[in-house]
């Protein structure tokens, strides 16, 4: 038989995406963890992780699953290490710089102190008829 054991395929799978994520300079920019086979990337270096950004799931046949930022968020599938890399990048957070050593309570503290606040989106004038 020719073909490659499943479990052969997504340890493959899985050694092909943390390449290619090293590989893109903005991801190496952010902290790498695995968990349940997925590779994930925060913009802290702590537990806990930030999530904020979506991660990497090697799925069948030596494909990928882009998923999140939240568990609950699908991005979709990629055929390659690289596409996929491609559509984490594609959806990095505002200001994603290198990664802030501490948890995501002191980044979102740091964010909160940089980042200029949001204006508020002017309602309808309600006092027109």
């Known amino acids: 038989m020719g073909t490659t054991p499943p479990s052969q395929a997504l340890v493959e799978a899985g050694w092909q995406t943390v390449e290619a994520a090293y590989a893109e300079p903005r991801l190496r ?36 699953w882009v998923s999140g930022p939240l568990r609950s968020e699908s991005v979709g599938p990629a055929a390659t290490a690289q596409q996929a890399v491609t559509m984490v990048v594609d959806r990095l957070p505002p200001n994603c710089g290198p990664a802030l050593v501490g948890t995501r309570e002191k980044l979102a503290a740091h964010d909160a102190a940089i980042l200029p606040a949001q204006p508020e989106t002017p309602g309808p004038d309600r006092t027109m008829s």
Do not use: K, N
Request: charged fraction near 15%.
């Open 29 to 64: 920019q952010v902290f790498p963890w695995t968990g349940m086979g997925e590779l994930h990337l925060s913009r802290c270096t702590e537990w806990p992780w930030a999530w904020d950004i979506p991660y990497i799931q090697p799925a069948a046949e030596g494909e990928y």
